[in-house]
C-alpha cells in the first residue's frame, strides 16, 4: 500500500476488509435474502452498511448525506435483489448502487461536496492534542478529496479506501483498468499538491 493510501484508510476501513470466510458467509446470506428470508436481509444491511455510508460519505462529503444515501441504497437493493445472479461479486454490485445513489444525490444538490468532519472525543486530557491534530490531518485529507473530478474521487476511494484492486475498480465503474489506473495516479499527484499549497499557505500565515 502506497503512503498516501495508508493515510487515508481508517480503523473502520481496515476492518471491513474480511477474508475467504467473510465473503463465503455474505454469499450465504445474500442467498437467503434472495429467497425472501427477513432476518437475513436485516443482518446483510448490519454486515454492509459501514462499508456503504463509510463510500458515501467520501463521494458526498457529508456524513449526513451519506447516511439518507445509504437508506436509498438499501431501498435499491431491495427492490432489485432478485436480479442479483448467484455466484455474482455482491460487494461490486452494493459499490455500484451506492455510486449511483450518491451521483444521482450530487446531481439534485448541484454544489460541491462539503468537508464534514468532526474531531474525536479524546478520552483523556493527555490524548487531546494527538487528537486534534488526526482530526485536522484527516479533515484537510477529505478537503483534498472534495476537491477532486468526480471520477478520480470515486476510483481513488475505492482503490485506497476500500482496498479494491484496479482491475476490480473497473470492473465495478465499468470501465478499463488503463482508464482507472490514470484516473488514480492523476488523484494522487492533485492530493499531493492539494496537501502541499495548504502547507505553504500556513506557513506564510506563520511567518
Not at 498516501?4 to 463465503?24: C, P, W, Y
Not at 472534495?146 to 465495478?172: I, W
Amino acid at each position: 500500500m502506497s503512503s498516501l493510501a495508508s493515510a487515508f484508510v481508517t480503523r473502520e476501513a481496515l476492518a471491513g476488509r474480511n477474508g475467504r470466510d467473510g465473503i463465503d458467509a455474505l454469499a450465504a446470506l445474500v442467498e437467503r435474502a434472495r429467497e425472501g428470508e427477513g432476518r437475513a436481509f436485516d443482518r446483510l444491511m448490519l454486515e454492509t452498511q459501514e462499508r456503504v455510508v463509510g463510500l458515501a460519505w467520501r463521494l458526498l462529503g457529508s456524513r449526513e448525506d451519506a447516511r439518507d444515501a445509504a437508506q436509498e441504497v438499501y431501498l435499491r437493493v431491495f427492490r432489485h435483489l432478485g436480479r442479483f445472479r448467484a455466484g455474482e461479486d455482491f460487494r461490486g454490485w452494493l459499490y455500484r448502487i451506492t455510486i449511483n445513489v450518491c451521483r444521482d444525490a450530487a446531481r439534485r444538490r448541484r454544489r460541491a461536496p462539503v468537508t464534514d468532519a468532526a474531531p474525536p472525543d479524546p478520552g483523556q486530557p493527555a490524548e487531546a492534542e494527538e487528537a486534534l491534530l488526526g482530526a485536522e490531518r484527516w479533515e484537510r485529507l477529505l478537503e483534498a478529496l472534495a476537491a477532486l473530478p468526480a471520477k478520480e474521487r470515486t476510483a481513488l476511494v475505492l482503490r485506497d479506501l476500500e482496498g479494491l484492486t484496479s482491475e476490480q475498480v473497473a470492473r465495478v465503474l465499468g470501465s478499463r483498468p488503463a482508464t482507472v489506473r490514470g484516473q488514480i495516479a492523476s488523484a494522487r499527484m492533485r492530493i499531493r499538491r492539494f496537501c502541499v499549497d495548504l502547507a505553504i499557505a500556513a506557513t506564510k500565515e506563520k511567518a
